[in-house]
């Protein structure tokens, strides 16, 4: 038999910006909350699925390439926004 290979699902993060590697076990875990834990470690709060992908992570990059460590999780701190509708008086 075959080895089973590992998908990974880019997810861009919307509190820094960056596209992270997510794998698909992790973005099913997650895909209630939006919480994402990416291959790196960082806590990925995803970004609306219509933004283009931002500069890949170099994190996720040195783990995928086989060089770099999974970290700790890091979650982000993010900040709450003003619905638009507020926004405009």
Known sequence: MSPVATFFVPI???????????TEDEFAAGRH???FRAVCGHVVLA???????GRFDPGC???LRGGGAVAEPVVPRQER???RWRARR
């Not at 970004?47 to 992908?53: F, K, L, N, S, T």
Request: hydrophobic share 30%; proline share 7%.
């Open 12 to 22: 861009r993060c919307d509190t820094d910006g960056l596209t992270h590697a997510v």
């Open 33 to 35: 909350e939006g919480r």
């Open 47 to 53: 970004a609306a699925m219509i933004e283009e992908p």
């Open 61 to 63: 990059r040195d783990v």
């Open 81 to 83: 926004r003003r619905p």
